[in-house]
């Protein structure tokens, strides 16, 4: 699936469906689970309400993504430990520079764990810092019904199926478009034996 800027031949969203050879997803799934012992997922809170996410969540990177009650920013520290975020895999930055074609590296890799009954509101990037780098989204274990929008939260969203070893490159104004996850479907993968979905999102946050 691609999604193109209209009149033009500039793709917004690239989905590369089994990207991942089972090997690979393997290899990655130890790699989390290892960064998961140092920053271990946590349970964040919505901005305002201070409701909790469905969605249990960490980071690696220089920085991480953090929403709670004063709204969303990025940390160099996580939240519950105070420690710095473990550095992105290397296998992770490989991905990101050949699935991304990008010259310089991300700075946050949010590493999400959907439950089979999670799932993900239409947030969007607003940092305008990084505005031309893409985004980089790799699915591992539960298949998730992904919805994409547009730049208004009103604006018409399609969806696509991402199951696991799929991965997805946000370019252009498509970063900062509504996103999110409607539902997992459980039994989609046997890579988790516990189930459920891992997802790790890389974002430049500053100018490269
Ligand atoms: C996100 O954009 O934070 C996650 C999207 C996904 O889980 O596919």
Not at 149 to 165: I, V, Y
Request: aromatic share 8%; net charge positive; with cysteine.
């Amino acid at each position: 699936m691609a999604v193109r800027a209209r009149n033009t031949k500039i793709t917004l969203m690239r989905l590369l469906p089994h990207y991942l050879p089972i090997e690979a997803q393997r290899r990655l799934l130890a790699e989390i689970r290892a960064l998961l012992e140092r920053a271990p997922l946590y349970s964040p809170a919505m901005p305002r309400s201070g409701s909790p996410y469905s969605v249990r969540m960490s980071n690696c990177g220089p920085l991480g993504w953090l929403s709670d009650r004063s709204g969303y920013r990025y940390s160099p520290t996580h939240p519950v430990t105070g420690e710095p975020w473990p550095a992105i895999p290397a296998m992770v930055l490989d991905l990101w520079r050949a699935a991304t074609g990008a010259a310089y590296e991300p700075q946050a890799c949010l590493v999400n764990y959907y439950g089979p009954a999670a799932n993900l509101g239409l947030p969007r990037d607003k940092d305008g810092a990084a505005k031309d780098a893409p985004i980089l989204s790799i699915s591992l274990g539960d298949t998730a019904l992904f919805r994409i929008g547009g730049p208004q939260r009103n604006s018409p969203t399609r969806s696509a199926k991402l199951a696991s070893g799929d991965v997805v490159v946000l370019s252009g104004p498509a970063r900062h478009w509504y996103h999110g996850v409607d539902r997992i479907l459980p039994g989609t993968s046997r890579l988790l034996p516990e189930g459920g979905r891992f997802n790790l999102t890389l974002r430049r946050v500053t100018p490269p």
